[in-house]
């Protein structure tokens, strides 16, 4: 099989071959085709096994959606992960502190900061945290993030449960990915998680069609990302050799055809003006050509009158950046949306449409990280219920501490500490 470009390959045999071409319609089921039929031994992740890859190029191309997800994982992490335990106090449910030696020995051992916020980041990217699920061997719990792009479910047996998942440094790469080089780890156990010494738990959020990978709401925006990431080209290019035809420059039709008395051949007639064009466009665009002149010189004729020679015209540039800073507010406006993000927060809301008073944006704050962050939490926390039950901790609850921003009043640092109760 040899590609032609992203979307066309040739299948060659010794009597037959075939072009493929890969049309552009969505592939919303990430990895459905795959399971039905090939040999290869994991489901792949979109139509190329390569759609991480594919959206990650679009994200190092914009200055906006990556500090859209670093805000999403800030929401999402609040002030970090505490540890509680549920009690009843007047009537009311209240979750309390707790923490013990144990638990501080776990938290130091697993580096539990590190792997929480790197669980984030793969739950806002690219939606589907693996853990790398293993045990030391006095038999404590050890959590580890297994990137996303190097890890793949595994193809399941029909009619059976996932058994396996695969990692592979190159996946997405089909130049250099070889399916002899994925290494095989189990699927965690739930209902014998010490049954294999390392394994791999896939937290995610089941949405329908899709059986095998999420995929995060960012990635709807693609359009908009690709249109964002032009305007700055076009500008940069529009500065360097000018946003539209500054000149319309007339010439005689035989100005080259002759050198002094001698007549010129179609070869050498051709290689003056590809020389004359060359010129022009190194004297006329450029940052370095701003404002500069042209010199031609001409001769007169027996009446006294100019002969033909070169007439360089100023063209009126109708351009105007009012047209193209709408788009790219719109595209903005569009992505900020897509991430999950309040377009307040996400500071692309301009002027009297952004309520950016300090009591609106505390409201706006408080709204995006207690109402749009449980479900993230909740599958980000999910590897960790799991480690706090195989130590014993049946009635501890995994929490993270959400950041209130509060008047100056109420408290002189401007934000409180607080746990969602639900």
């Known amino acids: 099989m040899n590609w032609i470009n992203d979307e066309a390959f040739v299948i060659e045999s010794k009597n037959y071959g075939a072009v493929v071409q890969l049309t552009n319609s969505r592939d919303q089921s990430f990895g459905v085709s795959a ?233 050498a007639v051709a290689g003056k003006w590809a020389a004359f064009g060359e010129n022009l466009k190194q004297w006329l665009s450029g940052v370095d050509n701003v404002n500069k002149s042209l010199l031609t010189r001409y001769l007169r004729g027996e009446d006294g009158k100019a002969l033909d020679s070169i007439d360089v015209v100023s063209l009126k540039n109708e351009m105007s950046d009012d047209a193209y800073s709408k788009v790219w507010e719109m595209a903005n406006v569009s992505i900020t949306n897509g991430v999950g993000i309040l377009p307040v927060l996400g500071g692309v809301t301009p002027g009297s449409k952004s309520g950016d008073s300090g009591a609106q944006i505390r409201v706006v704050a408080d709204y995006q990280q207690h109402f749009r962050t449980p479900v993230h939490r909740q599958i980000v926390l999910t590897p960790v219920v799991h480690a706090l039950r195989l130590m014993g901790y049946t009635d501890v609850i995994p929490a993270f501490t959400g950041v209130q921003l509060t008047t100056l009043d109420a408290n002189p640092n401007g934000k409180a500490a607080v746990v969602n109760q639900n």
């Not at 923490?99 to 900061?113: G, Y």
């Not at 290019?237 to 035809?245: V, W």
């Open 35 to 267: 399971v039905a039929g090939g040999s290869n031994k994991h489901v792949f992740w979109g139509a190329n096994d390569n759609k991480p890859n594919e959206m990650n190029r679009l994200k190092e191309q914009n200055n906006q959606v990556k500090p859209l997800l670093e805000a999403q994982r800030d929401m999402i992490y609040g002030s970090g992960l505490g540890f509680f335990k549920r009690v009843i106090a007047d009537g009311k449910q209240q979750l309390e502190p707790y923490i013990d030696s144990q638990l501080i020995d776990w938290q130091f051992e697993t580096e539990l900061q590190d792997y929480i916020i790197a669980a984030i980041n793969e739950r806002v990217h690219n939606a589907n945290p693996f853990t790398r699920f293993s045990f030391t061997v006095g038999g404590m719990p050890i959590l580890e993030t297994s990137d996303s792009f190097a890890t793949r479910i595994g193809r399941p047996t029909k009619g059976q449960a996932v058994s396996e998942y695969f990692l592979n440094p190159n996946f997405g790469d089909r130049t250099s990915f070889n399916d002899s080089d994925s290494i095989s780890i189990p699927a965690f156990n739930r209902r014998d998680p010490k049954a294999n010494v390392v394994s791999i738990l896939h937290c995610r959020e089941h949405i329908p069609g899709n059986p095998w990978y999420d995929f995060p709401s960012w990635w709807l925006s693609k359009d908009w990302i690709e249109l964002a990431n032009l305007i700055p080209l076009f500008h940069k290019s529009g500065i360097k050799n000018g946003y539209n035809l500054k000149y319309l420059i007339k010439m005689p039709r035989d100005y080259f055809d002759k050198d002094g008395s001698k007549e010129l051949d179609a070869k």
